[in-house]
T-cell receptor
Framework: AQSVTQLDSHVSVSEGTPVLLRCNYS??????LFWYVQHPNKGLQLLLK??????LVKGINGFEAEFKKSETSFHLTKPSAHMSDAAEYFC??????????FGTGTKLQVIP | DVKVTQSSRYLVKRTGEKVFLECVQD?????MFWYRQDPGLGLRLIYF???????EKGDIPEGYSVSREKKERFSLILESASTNQTSMYLC?????????????FGNGTRLTVT
């Protein structure tokens, strides 16, 4: 069984400042890890995924995430927030049959 | 680009009605999923299917059933809708690989049960 914990339900940053969205996972084996973004009234779109290759994963729109096995974390970062980054972000972990378990989501607010 | 299409964007149904939510994908994906999304609870897996006529229960299957008669179509059925099934329902598909194939989501169906 696996679980995913997103540590912040809301994060607010000023435009142009760094973004940090935190995710911890619990799994009995090495899972595949994902970050998805959801803009209002849309489905989820894949930002990036970790699949046991490089621990630093680069995704779309300047986002990246670092897998830290010792901390069971997979935090999402971006050096400089843009207004278009305002959305809800979901961390997910997958096991067999592609079954993905998601965290409860983090809403990112970007202040102009 | 993979396209996952959910037939209805908004649905309003009455308590006790039988409700069908339809999902179609156009990329020959083996796996299909139904999630529900509720504020503060994130996405929770209802059912999934890894082949035609195959189905597996997810984390919250009670009150739901599914049908997969064709590879591209995965239907979610609420046998007797209840108000606690008011939610956003998201369909997704993925390729059959060893755990690292990303999900492709539809835009969701917002169901209100009155």
């Amino acid at each position: 069984a696996q679980s995913v914990t997103q540590l912040d339900s809301h994060v607010s940053v000023s435009e142009g400042t760094p973004v940090l969205l935190r995710c911890n996972y619990s799994s009995s084996y090495s899972p595949s890890l994902f970050w998805y973004v959801q803009h209002p009234n849309k489905g989820l779109q894949l930002l990036l995924k970790y699949t046991s290759a490089a621990t630093l994963v680069k995704g779309i729109n300047g986002f990246e995430a670092e897998f830290k096995k010792s901390e069971t974390s997979f935090h999402l970062t971006k050096p400089s927030a843009h207004m278009s980054d305002a959305a809800e972000y979901f961390c997910g972990a997958s096991g067999g049959y592609q079954k993905v378990t998601f965290g409860t989501g983090t809403k990112l607010q970007v202040i102009p | 680009d993979v396209k996952v299409t959910q037939s209805s964007r908004y649905l309003v149904k009455r308590t006790g009605e039988k409700v069908f939510l339809e999902c179609v994908q156009d990329m020959d994906h083996e796996n299909m999923f139904w999630y529900r999304q509720d504020p503060g609870l994130g996405l929770r897996l209802i059912y999934f299917s890894y082949d035609v006529k195959m189905k597996e229960k997810g984390d919250i299957p009670e009150g739901y059933s599914v049908s997969r008669e064709k590879k591209e179509r995965f239907s979610l059925i609420l046998e007797s809708a209840s108000t606690n099934q008011t939610s956003m329902y998201l369909c997704a598909s993925s390729l059959w690989t060893a755990g690292n194939s990303p999900l492709h989501f539809g835009n969701g169906t917002r169901l209100t049960v009155t």
